[in-house]
């Protein structure tokens, strides 16, 4: 019979596979083992012979895999879920909330989505309506939807959409287009470096980093006015090597509230254009901003109005509510439709490995909304209405601020700031401090969510940031 001892001290992934493979070799010549590779990690086992104690022996395959740490910014939901204190507050993630701090499922989707069921486009479909794409949508996903999106963003008469300049490919919202837009700078522009404004969005560095994208900072935020550095902005984008990519928050950047006035966005767009950068839009917001659709693609439009070759990916995560069904888009404008075609056909090319083909649901919404007069008007009033009452929470936080706070700290960046956020200022041993003693969950950037945030929550909200700004260093 053969025997295995070991000693626990020498067990090593190697040493346990080595077992494994004694284990077969003697199940297989018909003799057994002591060896159990089924019991917990380590664990002693009686021997029948005269060798008193063998150890089986689990040891997994994946033990050099270490934990990860929770996303800096889903994981604050997380830790916001396992707080039982009635007080709590989630302002982590960027996603919009009724007063009562529900959850919003807009009006015009659910209007949308009847329509869907009536029209048969959801299971049941009659034969007659086959060509809907009912089995898998193509790699570019839906038509409709790709035509409607990329007016949405350029606008219906814009000479690049009547011309067939654009490359439209849905994407897994925001994030996967801005994937899919990296993987083809990776593959067709080795080496070429991505621009990122300083802060941004967390994702963003780890997109570019899995893409193998190499990308470095130009200054944004400047933290003695708690405003944009338009100077180091400009002076970074002019000393990055020609031919870089830019990327650029379309409106409502996201942490800072911060975005450029118009005059600054033509500065901006003569720079990218003397150093022959490629503009590359994220549009993640469109409507938060100013509660106009159109007003906050403006800044997409002028560099399209300039003829530049650009980059956008969009989301219709927060503008239509769609946040799980992951619609998106990555647009690229071309300067011709033949090199606008070849694009296209890289970016399905790029797809299909990763993920096939997108999903269809929030696409067929997107394309009843916006493709339908009455209900584009419809989702226009709600989108105002969500804007609204953030600008009314961003107001009513600013008066609590100031009727609490008597040190005469200036709190008026935070109504210049736009979109959902607000970017306090607040150091990270100072959120921390909001997190632990008032339940308040936020980025340890100092970034609020102020679509999570109630008029009711404005004046508990700001005993917190007054405390946490005056009492912790
Ligand atoms: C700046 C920015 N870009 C892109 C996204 C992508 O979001 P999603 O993948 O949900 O569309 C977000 C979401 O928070 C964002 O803030």
Redo the contacts with the bound molecule.
Sequence with gaps: MALAMLSLASVSPSASLSLQENFKTNWKSGTSSLINFLGSDFSKTKSYTRTSMTVAVKVSRFNDITMAPPDP?LGVSEAFKADTNEMKLNLG??AYRTEDLQPYVLNVVKKAENLMLERGENKEIPYHLLDLNVLYLPIEGLAAFNKVTAELLFGADNTVIQQQRVATVQG???????RLAAALIERYFPGAKVLISSP??G??KNIFNDARVPWSEYRYYDPKTVGLDFDGMISDIKAAPDGSFVLL?GC????TGIDPTPEQWEKIADVIQEKSHIPFF????QGFASGSLDEDASSVRLFVARGVELFV??????NLGL?AE???AINVVCASSDAAARVKSQLKRLARPMYSNPPIHGARIVANVVGSPELFNQWKEEMEMMAGRIRSVRQKLYDSLCAKDKSGKDWSFILKQIG?FSFTGLSKTQTENMTSKWHVYMTKDGRISLAGLSSAKCEYLADAIVDSYHNVK
């Design positions: 910014i993630v960027g897994l919202s925001g994030t996967g287009s801005l941004t969005w994702n963003h928050h409502a950047h996201n942490p994220d549009v993640a917001y990916a969009q989301s219709y995560s927060k946040y992951r619609i998106g959902m």
